[in-house]
């Protein structure tokens, strides 16, 4: 499957789960992604700072009663970024289909 690089950039496993979990979430606390993805503190941070880079998610600190946390949000760019990977997802599985 042949992407271009602003879907390819979602395409990357770890990379697709966080932006599955924030398009159906659009938004969610760092520590909540970290634990349901099981990823590490160094994972998590190294894939949000790509899909921050390239304007797909946002992050921002938030006040909670227990002080503050860190919290990522989907952008729209994001949300039409990861639309269009979806389309192109299907359209490949609609390809690859036996007859």
């Not at 992407?3 to 909540?32: E, K, N």
């Not at 503190?41 to 390239?54: Q, T």
């Not at 006040?63 to 503050?68: A, E, M, P």
């Not at 990522?72 to 007859?99: A, C, H, K, M, N």
């Amino acid at each position: 499957m042949d992407l271009p690089p602003d879907l390819a950039l979602v395409h990357q496993p770890t990379r697709l789960r966080i932006m599955g979990f924030l398009y159906r979430h659009r938004d969610v606390s760092y520590t909540r992604i970290r634990d349901l993805l099981d990823l590490t503190d160094g994972n998590l941070a190294s894939h949000a700072e790509n899909l921050e880079d390239a304007g797909y998610i946002e992050t921002r600190r938030a006040w909670t009663q227990s002080g503050f946390e860190t919290r990522y949000r989907i952008t729209s760019s994001g949300v039409s970024t990861f639309q269009t990977y979806l389309q192109e997802l299907r359209q490949f599985l609609d390809e690859v289909e036996p007859e």
